[in-house]
């Protein structure tokens, strides 16, 4: 009798999580960016805002389209399709969220005390790889290629839920920023014009990052998954969609406005990294997409500084030719 050997793969991924707000509020925010700096940095984990009333939209192309915000909320819920929510907000959902709400359980659902003593997440939290990550491979590295940090909040205090949104930082009360100091040399970070001027791209590994380890998120499509994206770092809104374009698997750089000239080298390197060929005539190049409560005017303006960052290009590498993005 003959037989047959069948080989089966099978790859794990995080569980996807949608974590729904009621109002667009920075403290209530941060919380929720704290929380999935534990949780694969928040990859795959849209924040949905369920009061949309105080959003602020303008542009050219609102005067050509009228905004429906339940139907984007459904839409967005639809194409993540998490297979958990979290009503952070413990509010009443309508019936558009009929289809989810088998899948809903409140903030207070998630922690728990198997033991009767120790309270824990239901989730995989990061730890577990974080502690393996430094026991098998990096206590062994004499110079390490990365230097680990973490943001100190104080130095920009009014841009806090930005910086956690952007950079990552643990829940309050959580030992997190000593484990990274003792066991892999992490370092506070001022998030000064002198962070930001000489920062090269990747040159840190920040807790968003580190939480991501060995994720794989597939890009959106195949051609113009870079964006540069032009924001408000103190507008709620703003902050949100630049966590949920990260969440869906785009590469994403921030460019927040009153200070992102600051981020010309890394800004660069990334527009770098955004050149590949389609084909032997085209080539993709990197986006700059702005958030809805700035101007189109502001818009412009961050075009003709990123048109003025010289990159190269894979051709002009070997031809020693400096190109200019537009």
């Not at 919380?31 to 805002?49: A, E, S």
């Not at 297979?83 to 009443?92: A, K, R, T």
């Not at 959580?174 to 040159?203: H, I, K, P, W």
Request: hydrophobic share 40%; charged share 20%; proline share 5%.
């Amino acid at each position: 009798m003959s037989t047959q050997t069948l080989h089966v793969s099978c790859n794990a991924r995080p569980m996807r999580l949608a974590f729904l707000v009621d109002k667009a509020e920075l403290s209530t925010l941060e919380q929720v960016f704290r929380l999935n700096t534990l949780l694969w940095g928040g990859l795959f984990n849209p924040v949905v805002v369920l009061d949309g009333s105080t959003r602020r939209q303008v542009g050219r192309h609102y005067g050509y389209e009228t905004p429906n915000y339940e139907q984007e909320v459904e839409v967005l819920l639809r194409e993540f399709d998490p297979d958990i929510l979290i009503n952070y907000s413990n509010v009443q959902l309508s019936g558009s969220f009929g289809p989810f709400r088998n899948r809903t359980i409140t903030k207070d659902e998630i922690r728990w005390k198997p033991w009767g003593n120790q309270e824990i997440m239901f989730f995989l939290e990061v730890w577990p790889f974080l502690h393996k990550y430094w026991r098998e491979e990096f206590r062994f590295l004499q110079r390490p290629n990365e230097k680990f940090g973490f943001i100190d909040l104080s130095s920009a205090s009014q841009l806090s839920t930005y910086l956690v949104a952007r950079y990552g930082s643990y829940p309050e009360g959580n030992d997190g920023n000593s484990v990274l100091e003792r066991n892999f040399a992490g370092r506070l970070v001022s998030y000064d014009q002198a962070f930001r001027t000489s920062s090269a791209l990747g040159e840190w590994v920040f807790p968003i990052s580190i939480t991501a380890f060995g994720v794989h998120a597939p890009a959106p499509s195949s051609i113009n998954n870079y964006i540069f994206f032009l924001l408000d770092p103190e507008n709620a809104f703003d902050i949100v969609d630049f966590w949920n374009l990260r969440a869906s698997g785009f590469r994403v750089f921030p460019l927040p406005v009153g200070h992102y000239q600051d981020f010309a080298i890394s800004a660069k390197s990334f527009a770098e990294r955004s050149v590949y060929p389609i084909n032997r005539e085209v080539m993709t190049f990197p986006e700059v997409v702005k958030a809805r409560s700035l101007e189109d005017a502001q818009l412009d303006e961050a075009g003709s500084w990123i048109g003025g960052v010289r990159c190269e290009s894979r051709d002009d590498i070997k031809k020693g030719v400096g190109t200019t993005f537009r």
